[in-house]
């Protein structure tokens, strides 16, 4: 589902979004500090919890580099978008990109306070070393928190 609150970001941050959907009610936080609670009519009834918001996800290939993508945590499932725009009007992923946090380990880098990677915990076919940038070293660690939270391992 989209959400009309991720607009609350700023768009030139890569700060952390975490919202909770429970019964028609969202709350909106930046690393845990609360932004606003706001009623939303057409919820579906349940609880569904989504991280959501702006990194720098380096591309694929020796001389890639970073580009600015919105990604989503839903359901142990890491997403990413050019805009939240395209998230929000429900346009598929960048390149079709689903991927299985829980087939992944999130670590910081070591010397680089706003790295972080994704690993695969075992190398398949298809599977790729994911490389982001954060604007914080808090906002790093908050990003490898909820990588976890959605099923991914740390080293």
């Given amino acids: 589902h989209a959400c009309c609150f991720s607009r609350f970001l700023d768009p030139s941050s890569s700060h952390l979004l975490r919202f909770s959907v429970v019964h028609q009610l969202v709350s909106l936080s930046f690393v845990g500090i609360s932004v606003c609670q706001h009623s939303l009519a057409n919820m579906a009834d349940g609880e569904d919890e ?20 919105y990604v989503v945590l839903d359901n142990g499932v890491m997403s990413y978008y050019k805009s939240i725009d395209d998230y929000e009007s429900g346009q598929k992923p960048l390149k079709d990109n689903r991927i299985n946090i829980s087939e992944y380990n999130a670590m910081p880098v070591k010397n680089e306070e706003t790295h972080f990677v994704l ?37």
């Avoid at 959501?52 to 380096?58: E, I, P, R, T």
């Fill in 119 to 155: 690993n695969p915990k075992v190398k398949q076919p298809g599977q790729r070393v994911w490389e982001f940038k954060t604007s914080s070293k808090a906002t790093r660690d908050a990003w490898v928190v909820a990588f976890e939270s959605e099923g991914a391992t740390s080293k």
């Fill in 50 to 69: 989504v991280t959501a918001g702006w990194l720098m996800k380096k591309g694929e290939g020796v001389l890639a580099g970073y580009k600015r993508r």
